[in-house]
């Protein structure tokens, strides 16, 4: 027979009631968009410059050049916007320049190769 007492609940351990969680979710950890610690512009610029590095110097200079163009805009971007990923968004910077070199870098080097074997 179950206890039919006001505010018991069967299913409760050792007879109590079970605690209802905290009413602002503290007890969860901040997850929701003000937690402070935004870090999407900054993640997909370093992501996006080492790619670009990557594309430009093996690849296509051309597709590494924008890559690289995208990278710096969202590092920039993510220094406003996000202060928790100032790290981040110094790295997507710092790589989104970089891919910008290299590919400027090889159009320059691929240019000098054309030109040797058409002068021979």
């Known amino acids: 027979m179950t206890d039919q007492t006001p505010g ?8 109590g009631t079970p605690s209802a969680p905290p009413a602002n979710g503290a007890g ?3 997850t929701g968009p003000d937690a402070g610690t935004k870090k999407t512009l900054g993640l997909v610029g370093l992501i996006l410059g080492i790619v670009g590095i ?23 971007m993510s ?10 968004a110094t790295g997507a910077i710092v790589t989104g ?4 070199v290299a590919s400027i870098a090889m159009w320059i080097y691929s240019a000098i190769v054309i030109a040797e074997a058409i002068n021979g």
């Open 97 to 100: 320049v970089l891919a910008i």
């Open 79 to 88: 220094r406003r916007r996000e202060p928790a990923a100032r790290g981040l």
């Open 54 to 76: 990557l594309i430009g110097v093996l690849l296509v200079p051309f597709l590494g050049l924008a890559l690289g163009i995208v990278a710096l805009v969202l590092g920039v």
């Open 28 to 30: 969860y950890g901040a």
């Open 8 to 15: 018991h609940d069967a299913r409760a351990p050792y007879g």
